[in-house]
């Protein structure tokens, strides 16, 4: 009995989630965050790997440097992500393809334009706010698009909307890192391109 009835739930999740595909405004997101997931893997992958080489960081100022990034990401969640909304005209869109737009020209300056350690940390407060804005704003879109078209009971769509944001990025962190570490292989400038090439993909289609 048991099984049966964990088969037929899994019957039941697999239906809600195809379902969910269907939805234009939801499978927009969901490729957003998955091709834009993929560009942060690549870049956080290989700045670890690279930036003691190019910029002299040792252990302790790298740890400095994910600090600061990650007090950067709670001030812009707490203060700034209704900011900018209010300042879109509270699109989700809008505000995902500003967002796009911000990181691929952070991966570019990272990978040609900037060369000192100064810069890597001025360059991390456009990078942290765009992305703590693009994980907010793509998992409250998911939210609204899948309460919008749900048929049923609307908090369980949601809540399978969000589940499938965060799948996207762990397959992000599945894909990002091998395809960063190939391309970094032939030339580390590359990456910032193909990552960049992959935040204008995303933003032009959500």
Same mark, same amino acid.
């Not at 019957?11 to 269907?22: A, E, H, K, M, P």
């Not at 997101?29 to 080489?53: D, H, K, P, W």
């Not at 765009?130 to 609204?144: E, G, H």
């Given at each position: @009995? =048991? @099984?049966?009835?964990?088969?037929?739930? @899994?019957?039941?999740?697999?239906?809600?989630?195809?379902?969910?595909?269907?939805?234009?405004?939801?499978?927009?997101?969901?490729? &957003?965050?998955?091709?834009?997931?993929?560009?942060?893997?690549?870049?956080?992958?290989?700045?670890?790997?690279?930036?003691?080489?190019?910029?002299?960081?040792? =252990?302790?100022?790298?740890?400095?440097?994910?600090?600061?990034?990650?007090?950067?990401?709670?001030?812009?969640?707490? #203060?700034?992500?209704?900011?900018?909304?209010?300042?879109?005209?509270h699109?989700?869109?809008?505000?995902l393809?500003?967002?796009?737009?911000v990181?691929?020209?952070c991966?570019?300056?990272?990978?040609?334009?900037?060369?000192?350690?100064?810069?890597? #940390?001025?360059?991390?407060?456009?990078?942290?706010?765009?992305?703590?804005?693009? &994980?907010?704003?793509?998992?409250?879109?998911?939210?609204?698009?899948? =309460?919008?078209?749900?048929?049923?009971?609307?908090?369980?769509?949601?809540?399978?909307?969000?589940?499938?944001?965060?799948?996207?990025?762990?397959?992000?962190?599945?894909?990002?890192?091998?395809?960063?570490?190939?391309?970094?292989?032939?030339?580390?400038? &590359?990456?910032?391109?193909?990552?960049?090439?992959?935040?204008l993909?995303?933003?032009?289609?959500?």
């Amino acid at each position: @009995c =048991a @099984c049966l009835v964990g088969s037929e739930m @899994c019957i039941r999740d697999s239906t809600v989630i195809l379902r969910l595909l269907r939805e234009p405004a939801i499978a927009r997101v969901v490729f &957003y965050q998955t091709a834009i997931g993929i560009a942060l893997a690549m870049y956080r992958t290989t700045f670890s790997m690279s930036v003691g080489e190019r910029f002299g960081f040792d =252990a302790a100022t790298l740890g400095y440097y994910q600090s600061a990034g990650a007090v950067l990401g709670v001030l812009c969640n707490t #203060f700034l992500v209704g900011w900018l909304l209010a300042a879109v005209g509270h699109s989700e869109s809008r505000l995902l393809r500003a967002c796009g737009g911000v990181l691929a020209a952070c991966f570019v300056l990272y990978a040609y334009v900037v060369d000192t350690a100064v810069g890597v #940390f001025v360059l991390l407060v456009p990078f942290s706010v765009a992305t703590s804005c693009v &994980y907010t704003v793509a998992t409250a879109a998911l939210s609204k698009a899948a =309460a919008v078209g749900a048929d049923g009971d609307g908090t369980t769509t949601a809540g399978t909307a969000i589940g499938l944001g965060h799948s996207s990025r762990s397959l992000s962190g599945i894909v990002g890192p091998t395809v960063g570490g190939y391309i970094a292989a032939a030339r580390f400038e &590359y990456v910032g391109v193909a990552a960049a090439v992959l935040a204008l993909a995303s933003s032009a289609f959500v």
